[in-house]
């Protein structure tokens, strides 16, 4: 049970991120903090707000947090986290801004250097995404007056010479269009300014500092405080490379901290270069020695059906290291590195998972154990029950419609014990008439099994729920349900362990059906309970997807009766408001600001459920 009020007080006074989760686990909103303490506490004081931030404090069931050393980074993480999740109450945050990259030009004889908002596979060398503009646009104007680099788009191959423009004339450039520096002269600048944006800014503070303290004794304060800017715009940087990467591989980061015997592993997901996620787990260890349990945990962890990208760094140096890549590589059908940074963006990367596992140790171990039990300990559970290995991932499936209306079908995804949204599926159901709940099954089952056989064995890249099968599929019924689905798996040649729950005269689970015998179960067991969290989660998800269809359906039908209101419009007031609800309540005002609408057919809508009244 999660203690809002005792889980308040172990919050660090510590800049960082906030997620906000309701009893289904789902994120509904994602904030930043320069302090997590003060910050996440407000939202449970009593103070006047708005009714929809009431509305949202009233969802929370609980909340999480990551740890970062500056505001800057956990705006950069807090926009990451966003994008990826999209949670329904981060409403003025959810946009598809991008922030712009430095780009060098590798490919260039004497490369240029400047910002893009586009970064595409070209050979140039790409840092960013930066948040903060001004702050880039001030280092690259810094690093002209340093070393002077070109933003010209001459095509310079050493023959031709050119009078030089401007910038060589003021010192900002060194002019090598008109043959006036060596190449490799020219490139050791531009090997300095890739060591800044790479991470290790040590070269140029020292230099800065340096120039500062010059001009300070030659008693020129005004161009001191030119320099003293320039540091305090490189130190202002720097603080966003932990959370972002300059590439847009996809990795794992994993650190480990550990104490009597105990130890928490903390994995944060990087996908195309950005932070959208983090697990962590508590292991129990034979010995306090970190590189063996991060080995161990390793070939556990990937050992079952997760997604290996690939590149995993690690905060150890891990023994059997060439081995353990090795089989990973033949697993995933990639290189797959893994890598112990010292120094450098991924350095900061492994260090913030460290901090982070670091303070899980120190303040949640009691709720860790908790909630082990109820899912690594439940999974555990449960495959003793059946006699199997435990099944890393299962999926679990549902049928929804009414009287055979708009049949659909749902999967929901358990990996570990916790639910994998971003696998979750729906299903529309297409070759079935009626309320045949059977064959609908059949059809999901199908449909499926046949995307898992059309892989192109690219799950690595495409990340894919349907590229990975199930250790174990759960059925909401008994033999029948059970024959039924073994059926299909069997017609694609797939060897995958089904078993169904089978219900008493009141609808309650008095048994798991599998392996052609009924086993009975303990219900007040943690397996009991984290099948029992599955099944609820599968109906939710498909009744969710079914009351969806037909909302859309009723609001087509209201919407059409409106002069003036086509499909176009139709759609746009739909995504903007939701419901029937929102539409009838909103404004003028506010209806003529959703897609493709104006103010005469905002009021046309207003008028037609406020009896023709426009204002």
């Given amino acids: 049970m999660f203690d809002i009020k005792e889980e308040l007080k172990k919050l660090p006074e510590s800049a960082g991120v906030y997620i906000m989760k309701d009893v289904s686990d789902t994120v509904i909103y994602v904030g930043k903090a320069i302090n997590l303490k003060r910050r996440v506490s407000s939202y449970f004081q009593s103070k006047p707000r708005s009714p929809k931030i009431e509305k949202m404090i009233s969802l ?28 329904k109450y981060n409403t003025m945050l959810m946009d598809d801004k991008t922030y712009p990259f430095v780009k060098i030009t590798l490919f260039d004889k004497y490369p240029k250097i400047f910002l893009t908002r586009h970064h595409v596979r070209d050979g140039a060398k790409y840092f960013g995404p930066y948040t903060n503009v001004t702050a880039v646009r001030e280092i690259l104007k810094m690093f002209r007056k340093l ?64 120039k500062m303290l010059e001009c300070s004794e030659n008693m020129d304060f005004e161009k001191a405080a030119v320099y003293r800017d320039m540091l305090k715009a490189v130190e202002e940087l720097g603080q966003t490379q932990r959370v972002t990467a300059a590439d847009d591989m996809n990795r794992d980061v994993i650190g480990i901290a550990m104490k009597d015997y105990k130890a928490i592993v903390q994995i944060f997901f990087v996908r195309q270069g950005r932070m959208v996620g983090r697990e962590h787990y508590l292991v129990e260890a034979e010995e306090d020695e970190k590189p063996r349990v991060l080995s161990d945990f390793v070939k556990q962890f990937y050992g079952g059906t997760a997604v290996i990208p690939k590149e995993i760094l690690l905060s150890e140096e891990i023994s059997e290291k060439d ?15 893994l890598i112990s940074p010292i120094k450098g963006k991924k350095e900061k990367l492994v260090e913030l998972a460290v901090e982070n596992a670091q303070n899980l140790l120190e303040k949640d171990m009691e709720k860790l154990k908790r909630e082990s039990e109820r899912t690594v300990g439940a999974v555990a559970e449960l495959g003793k029950l059946l006699g199997i290995p435990a099944p890393y991932r299962m999926e679990s499936y549902d049928i929804s419609n009414t ?87 069997d017609s694609f040649g797939l060897d995958i362990r089904i078993c ?41 998800f498909a009744i969710e997807y079914h009351k969806s269809l037909r909302s859309k359906v009723q609001v087509k039908s209201v919407l059409d009766d409106i002069q003036g209101i086509g499909s176009a419009r139709r759609i746009g007031l739909i995504k903007h408001f939701e419901t029937i609800t929102g539409i009838k309540e909103a404004s003028v005002d506010d209806l003529s600001k959703a897609p493709g609408m104006n103010r005469k057919a905002a009021e046309a809508v207003y008028g037609f459920f406020h009896d023709g009244k426009t204002t």
């Avoid at 090598?176 to 140029?204: A, H, L, Q």
């Avoid at 081995?323 to 033949?330: F, R």
């Avoid at 079908?409 to 079935?432: A, H, Q």
Wanted: aromatic share 10%; glycine share 8%; proline share 3%.
């Fill in 147 to 210: 070393y002077g680099y070109r933003t010209c788009d001459k095509k310079l191959d050493g023959k031709k010479v050119d009078r030089p423009c401007l910038y060589y004339q003021v010192g900002e450039c060194p002019g090598p269009c008109s043959g006036n520096v060596e190449e490799e002269e020219y490139g050791k600048g531009i090997e300095e300014i890739m060591r800044f944006f790479e991470g290790d800014s040590s070269g140029v503070k020292k230099n800065l500092k340096a």
């Fill in 60 to 87: 929370i069931d609980h909340f999480e947090y990551i740890m970062v050393e500056s505001e800057m980074e956990a705006f950069v993480l807090e926009c990451n986290l966003i994008k990826e999740n999209r949670p």
């Fill in 500 to 540: 169904g729950m089978v219900k008493d005269d009141h609808h309650r689970t008095r048994g798991i059906y599998f392996d052609n015998e009924e086993i009975p179960v303990d219900t007040s067991s943690e397996y009991f309970k984290l099948v029992t969290r599955i099944q609820d989660e599968t109906h939710r």
């Fill in 323 to 337: 081995l353990i890549s090795g089989w990973l590589s033949e697993r995933a059908g990639v290189k797959i590195k």
């Fill in 403 to 489: 009287q055979g209306f708009d049949s659909v079908g749902s999967m929901v995804v358990y990996e570990n014990g916790r639910p994998k949204k971003s696998d979750y599926r729906r299903f529309r159901i297409k070759t079935v008439s009626g309320p045949d709940d059977y064959a609908s099954m059949k059809e999901v089952l199908s449909r499926r099994f046949a995307r898992f056989n059309q892989r192109d064995g690219s799950a690595v890249e495409n990340n894919d729920s349907f590229d990975k099968l199930p250790d174990l599929i759960l059925m909401d019924g008994g033999r029948g349900q059970v024959n039924a689905a073994l059926e299909i798996a």
